[in-house]
C-alpha cells in the first residue's frame, strides 16, 4: 500500500443499494453513456478525504451533545453555467458572517457546512411539467437535465455527472483558497456585518449584538487570542446524496482504515422523497464511514425516525446521524416532540436541526415559487421553543441561501414583497433568502437566543399559502 495515497487506487464496489427501490432517479436514455461516465468518475480523485469527514463528525458529535452549533446554507441547486469566484464568495462570505453573529450569541462554536460544491441535483414532486398546453420531463438539476423548456434540454444526460464532478472540484478549489486567504477570520466577518447593520432598518436592535462581538473580540485578543485563527476557517461542503450512480462511483474505501467514504462531499443528506428506510439511498448511506443527514418531513412518524437510527446509527455514534426537520411553521410544534422524545429514550445520540425552507413553501398570485421570512424565522423559534420544553439542544439551522441580492423570498428587513419577485428571481428550483435576508435572520435568531425569548417578526404577511 502506498501510504500517501488515501484511498484505494481502485474504487470499492458497495452494491447493494442496486438491489433496492430507487426513488427519482433519472430515466438516462443510454446505459452505456451512464457506464462510460460512472468508469471515468470511479477513476477520478476524490473531492474530500477521509480525515476531512472524520474531523466534521467529530464536529457534529460536539453538536449532538449540545456543546457546538451547526450552520448549513447555500444553493437550492447549484448551476453549471453561473459558478464563478464571485457567487462562490458571496455564499461563503454569507455564511461565515450568520456564523459569527451565531457562535456570539449562542456562545458556542459554530459548524459552517455550505450546500455547495455538489448541490447539482433536485427531486422533484411530479415527473413532467406542462406549459401552454405542452408537457416535458420535469427539470431534475444541472448535473441531470437543463433547464430550459425545451424537448432536447429535458433529457437526461450523463455527460453533465462529469461536468458536476468538475464544478465541485472548482468550487472546492476556491474555498480552500478563500478560507486559506484569512477570508474566514472573525475580525473580517465582523467588519461586513457593521456594513450590513448600517443598511438595515433594524440597526438599533442588531447594533447590541454588534457591540457585544467588539467586545467579545477586543477581550479575545487581549487575552492573547488571535481573531484571524478563529475556527470557522474550517469549512466543510455538503449535498443531497441523490444520484446513487454518481455517488456510488465516487465512493472509496480509505487505505489506513478500509472504511468507505463518500468522497463527493464531506456530509451527505438524505431528502424527505428518498428516505424510505428499506430503499437505495439508505442502503447505500447506512455503509459509510462519512457523517449522514436525513430530512424530515411532517409526515414523519416515531417509528421511522427510529428506523432510520436503526439503519444509519446502529452503533449510536453522536456526530454520525443529524436530523433535518422541515415540518413547516404550523405543523413543526406538534410533530416534532414525539420525535424528539422517542429518539432519544432509545439512546441515539443525533443532531436535531431546523430546515425552515421546506416546509413552508408557496405560490404567489404571479406563479413564482416564494417562501416568507416570517415563517422561515417562525419556525426557526417553534423549533427552539420545542427543544427549550424538552430540554434538549436545538443543534443548528440548514437555510437556502445566497450572497447574491435576488428577490427569491419575501419579508425581512428591507420588507420585499410579492411585487417584486420578477425583478431579480434567479433559483433554477426553489425561493433563496438574499444576503440580507440571510443576515437578517442570523441576527433575529441571536437576538433570541441572547434574549430567550422570541424574536421580533419583521411585519405581515403579504401572501397567501397556496397549499
Ligand atoms: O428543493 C426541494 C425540492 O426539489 C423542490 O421543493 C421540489 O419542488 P417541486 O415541488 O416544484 O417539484
Ligand atoms: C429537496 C430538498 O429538501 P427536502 O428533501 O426536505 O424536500 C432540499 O433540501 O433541496
Known amino acids: 500500500m502506498n501510504t500517501l495515497l488515501p484511498y484505494e487506487p481502485r474504487p470499492t464496489h458497495l452494491d447493494s443499494w442496486r438491489d433496492r427501490p430507487a426513488a427519482q432517479q433519472p430515466d438516462w436514455p443510454d446505459p452505456v453513456a451512464l457506464h462510460d461516465v460512472t468508469d471515468r468518475l470511479a477513476a477520478a480523485p476524490p ?53 459569527a453573529v451565531l457562535t456570539y450569541a449562542a456562545a458556542l462554536p459554530v459548524v459552517p457546512v455550505g450546500r455547495i460544491a ?12 406542462t406549459r401552454d398546453g405542452v408537457t416535458l420531463p420535469v427539470y431534475r438539476g444541472d448535473a441531470v437535465n437543463g433547464l430550459a423548456f425545451t424537448p432536447e434540454a ?52 442588531y447594533e447590541r449584538i454588534a457591540d457585544g462581538i467588539d467586545h467579545a473580540l477586543r477581550f479575545m485578543r487581549a487575552t492573547g487570542g488571535r481573531p484571524e485563527d478563529f475556527d470557522s476557517a474550517r469549512f ?17 474505501r480509505d487505505a489506513r482504515s478500509g472504511r468507505p467514504y463518500a468522497t463527493s462531499g464531506h456530509l451527505l443528506w ?29 409526515g414523519t412518524t416515531a417509528d421511522t425516525a427510529l428506523q432510520l437510527v436503526d439503519r444509519l446509527d446502529p452503533r449510536r455514534e453522536p456526530g454520525r446521524l443529524t436530523f433535518i426537520v422541515r415540518m413547516g411553521v404550523d405543523k413543526v410544534r406538534d410533530v416534532l416532540p414525539p420525535l ?47 427543544h427549550r420544553a424538552l430540554g434538549t439542544h436545538p443543534g443548528g439551522i440548514h437555510v437556502e441561501l445566497t450572497g447574491d441580492d435576488v428577490t427569491e423570498c419575501v419579508g425581512g428587513g428591507h420588507g420585499l414583497d410579492v411585487h417584486d419577485l420578477p425583478v431579480r428571481y ?23 437566543m441572547k434574549g430567550d425569548r422570541a424574536p421580533v417578526r419583521s411585519g405581515e404577511k403579504q401572501v397567501n399559502a397556496a397549499g
Open 270 to 298: 438524505i431528502g424527505e422523497r428518498t428516505r424510505d428506510p428499506e430503499g437505495a439511498h439508505v442502503e447505500w448511506a447506512s455503509q459509510l464511514a462519512n457523517p449522514v443527514a436525513v430530512k424530515l418531513g411532517p
Open 340 to 386: 424528539v422524545e422517542k429518539v432519544t429514550a432509545s439512546g441515539a445520540q443525533v443532531a436535531w436541526v431546523c430546515d425552515p425552507m421546506h416546509g413552508n413553501t408557496m405560490q404567489a398570485p404571479s406563479g413564482y415559487k416564494t417562501r416568507h421570512f416570517d415563517d422561515v424565522l417562525g419556525e426557526v423559534t417553534a423549533f427552539f421553543e420545542v
Open 426 to 448: 434567479e433559483s433554477a428550483c426553489d425561493p433563496r433568502l438574499n444576503r440580507s435576508q440571510s443576515l437578517d435572520l442570523a441576527f433575529r435568531v441571536a437576538d433570541f
Open 47 to 99: 473531492l474530500v478525504f477521509a480525515d476531512e469527514c472524520d474531523r466534521l463528525k467529530t464536529r457534529l458529535a460536539a453538536v449532538a451533545r449540545g456543546e457546538a452549533f451547526l450552520l448549513q446554507g447555500g444553493d437550492c441547486a447549484e448551476s453549471l453555467d453561473g459558478m464563478s469566484a464571485e457567487s462562490v464568495h458571496g455564499k461563503l462570505t454569507t455564511l461565515l458572517q450568520m456564523s
Open 236 to 252: 466543510f461542503v455538503s449535498h443531497e446524496a441523490l444520484l446513487l450512480d454518481y455517488e456510488a462511483a465516487l465512493t472509496r
Open 118 to 129: 455538489g448541490q447539482y441535483a433536485k427531486p422533484r414532486s411530479r415527473p413532467t411539467e
Open 154 to 205: 429535458r433529457v437526461p444526460d450523463p455527460a453533465r455527472l462529469l461536468r458536476t464532478y468538475h464544478a465541485s472540484a472548482s468550487t472546492l478549489n476556491l474555498i480552500r483558497a478563500f478560507t486559506a486567504a484569512g477570508h474566514a477570520s472573525l475580525g473580517r466577518t465582523h467588519e461586513w456585518n457593521r456594513d450590513f447593520i448600517a443598511d438595515s432598518p433594524h440597526r438599533h436592535t
